[in-house]
């Protein structure tokens, strides 16, 4: 389950109600899914589409998304450090930005018209969509592995429009669930 933070205000949330809730002013929306654990971490791209097709055809209906795919990002993969560094950097897209994490974790971190920066960490199950044009960021988690479920409207509008704005090396890149607060 997602774990939402605002930093600045030293505040944390942790129900998924209350999270959907706080996304929603600024239009972005948060969702739970608990979908298929018979999946294996190695399940191809085709496994896990099938697996969760339902929910992305549903999906697709409701916000004209008209291709799906799956990222798949491990600790081994070739070039991942200088992958990740176009992640990091605050940016926007011309389209929304869908994730349904099927395995893995990462944070985002938001920073919308008129709010406050904050982060979520995403884990499985939890699906969210940044509208075209929200700043954002994203960083994985301590494991570096993350598998989602993409959604489109035009995958050639999801080419991220950097800010140069430095704000995103104000914040820390960590996850903040349990397993990532050090012990005193």
């Known amino acids: 389950m997602a774990i939402l933070r ?8 942790e129900d998924a109600q209350e999270i959907s809730t706080f996304l929603g002013q600024f239009g972005i929306w948060y969702r739970r899914f608990e979908g298929s654990d018979s999946l294996s971490t190695h399940a191809t791209q085709e496994e896990i589409l099938a697996a969760y097709d339902e ?5 697709k209906e409701e916000g004209g998304y008209v291709t799906a795919d799956v990222i798949n990002i491990t600790p081994d993969i070739e070039g991942l450090d200088g ?6 950097k605050e940016h926007w897209h011309d389209e929304d930005e869908v994730r349904f994490i099927v395995h893995g974790s990462g944070v985002f971190h938001l920073h919308p018209k008129g709010g406050p920066v904050f982060s979520i960490e995403v884990l ?3 699906m969210i969509n940044v509208p075209r044009g929200t700043l954002h960021w994203f960083d994985l988690c301590k494991e570096k592995t993350i598998r989602a ?3 489109f409207q035009d995958p050639s509008g ?9 704000l995103d090396q104000n914040y820390e890149p ?3 669930g349990p397993a990532y607060i050090s012990a005193p």
Do not use: N
């Not at 992958?83 to 990091?88: D, E, H, I, N, V």
């Open 6 to 13: 605002i930093a600045d205000e030293d505040r944390q949330m």
């Open 55 to 59: 929910p992305i055809q549903a999906l």
């Open 83 to 88: 992958m990740l560094a176009k992640f990091s």
């Open 124 to 126: 499985k199950g939890d």
């Open 149 to 151: 479920i993409r959604l």
């Open 158 to 166: 999801w080419t991220p429009h950097y800010t140069d704005s430095g």
């Open 174 to 176: 960590l996850c903040f």
